[in-house]
């Protein structure tokens, strides 16, 4: 398989402060005080995509259940495939007031590059879920099955697809699925969900990768045509979609949605931050999340969250490696 990568241009920020229900102080002193101050929750892309969804559930839950004494800003710091959010999040060292969720760009990002950071780096509070994925095209295409879109894909001889982030778990599917099938790519990568979509819609782009959670609404509306899912098992939504084990493809990387804080902070914020998600997890809310996005519940804390990011870190760069792209 010949692949190509291109970069495309896709910065926008946008930012939120939800108010608590109570005030804080600007004591940052002590695990008695903690916490305190209005935290800032940092999205490492842009909006609508999978992170910045997940993020926001989050602080909804937080805020709603009383966990969090005050209130919390979200803002979209997107741009180099994670690399400018979880750059911003590096520099707030020992600041315990400064939290980000992360994605397959949080490993892969400094594989590919070198922005100055690596997931050893950062306080790792715990894995909370991992996100399948779906292949889709335009909805007014005649491409309407698997099979239909290998064929395209043959004759074109390089399809031109996207998905979020350079050598995100986006490009490493996209990648897999083309060598299985025997086409070539050209992969476009974005910093948010809406640019993908956009690109597709006009034509830009022949195929995407997108999370259920992300795009259901776009199918339903017959905008977006599914063609694959990543997942172990067919999504009880399209149940006319078929798996990649199906067609022969077993173990596709899902991505990685977890909690980590910047660098050195003090033991008692994270162990705040674990007993706080361990709550968190445990809600109504948040089960009915996983549902809706169809999310696969992973539970990982403190020292484990450590293990599997060196585990799967070693896998991405593995099959990175193997598609030529590092």
């Keep these: 398989m010949r692949l190509r990568i291109a970069l495309a241009a896709a910065f926008s920020a946008v930012a939120l402060v939800v108010p608590a229900c109570g005030g804080g102080t600007t004591n940052t002193g002590s695990a008695e005080d903690y916490p305190s101050e209005t935290l800032d929750w940092t999205v490492a892309f842009g909006p609508g995509g999978g992170n910045d969804l ?8 937080i805020q709603e259940d009383g966990l969090y004494p005050s209130d919390i800003a979200v803002e979209n710091r997107e ?3 994670g690399a400018t959010g979880w750059g911003y999040l590096l520099s ?18 400094p594989l590919q590059s070198n922005p100055g950071w690596t997931y050893k780096d950062f306080t790792h509070v715990g894995l909370l879920a991992t996100d399948d994925a779906l292949l889709l095209v335009n ?71 997108s999370n259920p959670g992300s795009i259901l609404g776009q199918i339903e509306a017959g905008d977006m045509q599914p063609l694959l899912f990543t997942g172990p098992e067919r999504l009880e ?68 969250f450590t293990r599997y990011l060196e585990q799967t870190t070693t896998e991405f760069e593995e099959t990175l490696k193997d598609q030529g792209a590092l």
């Design 54 to 61: 997940m993020a926001r559930k989050l602080v909804q839950i």
């Design 92 to 109: 707030q060292r020992g600041n315990p007031y400064n939290v980000s969720t992360t994605s397959g760009s949080f490993l892969t990002t």
């Design 237 to 304: 939504a399209l149940p006319d979609v078929p798996t990649g084990a199906e067609k022969g493809m077993s173990d596709l990387p899902s991505m990685p949605r977890g909690l980590i804080l910047p660098p050195d902070v003090p033991d008692y914020a994270k162990d705040w931050w674990i007993k706080t998600m361990q709550d968190v997890v445990k809600s109504d809310q948040w089960q009915t999340y996983l549902a809706d996005n169809y999310l696969t519940e992973d539970l990982k804390w403190g020292d484990d």
């Design 79 to 81: 741009g180099g495939s």
């Design 139 to 209: 909805g007014d295409s005649n491409i309407k099955t698997y099979e239909d879109w290998v064929g395209f894909a043959k004759n074109k001889g390089t399809v031109v697809v996207g998905g979020i982030g350079t050598v995100n778990v986006d490009f490493i599917l996209q990648s897999l699925i083309a060598e299985h099938a025997g086409y070539n790519i050209e992969y476009v990568p974005y910093n948010e969900e809406g640019q993908v979509q956009t690109s597709l819609l006009s034509g830009a782009l022949d195929a995407m990768i």
